[in-house]
């Protein structure tokens, strides 16, 4: 297994294509992989992954709700038909 690249090289390395290629702008895949010091590769398995790792709307960390979304939005109802 090859050496773990940090989070913020990948991060620098898909910015940089994406931004590179949305400007029409000639360059090499391989010029990129060298300036961040990346092996072709892992830098082709980063491009193809190039997908976003976090999914925000089923975070599982934290504490669990108390009152759950729909009961708020009964409570909300309640609240604006008394003018509360």
Excluded: C, N
């Excluded at 940089?16 to 590769?41: C, M, N, V, W």
């Excluded at 082709?44 to 009152?67: C, M, N, S």
Aim: avoid cysteine; charge should be positive; hydrophobic fraction near 35%.
């Amino acid at each position: 297994m090859g050496p773990h690249y940090p989070t913020l090289v990948k991060a620098y390395l898909l910015g940089a294509s994406t931004y590179l290629d949305s400007r029409g702008i000639h360059h090499f895949k391989s010029d990129l992989f060298r300036q961040f010091g990346i092996s072709k590769p892992r830098g082709w398995a980063f491009l193809y992954a190039g997908v976003d790792r976090r999914h925000l709307e089923v975070e599982t960390r934290g504490r669990k709700l108390i009152i759950s979304t729909d009961d708020l939005h009964k409570m909300e109802e309640i609240i604006w038909q008394y003018s509360y």
